[in-house]
């Protein structure tokens, strides 16, 4: 892709983020982008957690005496 010297470089990670990865290559874009991944991966996460915890209730009221 050939850009002009106007347009702007934008240097996007070349492999995912992993935890504890270094920031410093990441542009601020980069980040905020990052950082919205991070918070809807939040979210799934504990949705599946609440429900893996309500299917975990309904199995012990199921054997309670």
């Not at 347009?7 to 874009?29: C, F, H, I, M, N």
């Not at 990052?34 to 915890?53: C, G, H, T, W, Y």
């Amino acid at each position: 892709e050939r850009r002009t010297m106007f347009e702007e470089e934008t240097s996007k990670p070349k492999v995912a983020y992993q935890l504890g990865d270094d920031l410093e290559r990441w542009s601020v874009a980069d980040l905020a982008e990052l950082i919205a991944s991070l918070r809807a991966e939040m979210a799934r996460v504990e949705a599946d957690m609440q429900r893996k915890k309500g299917k975990m209730t309904a199995a012990e009221s199921l054997f309670k005496i």
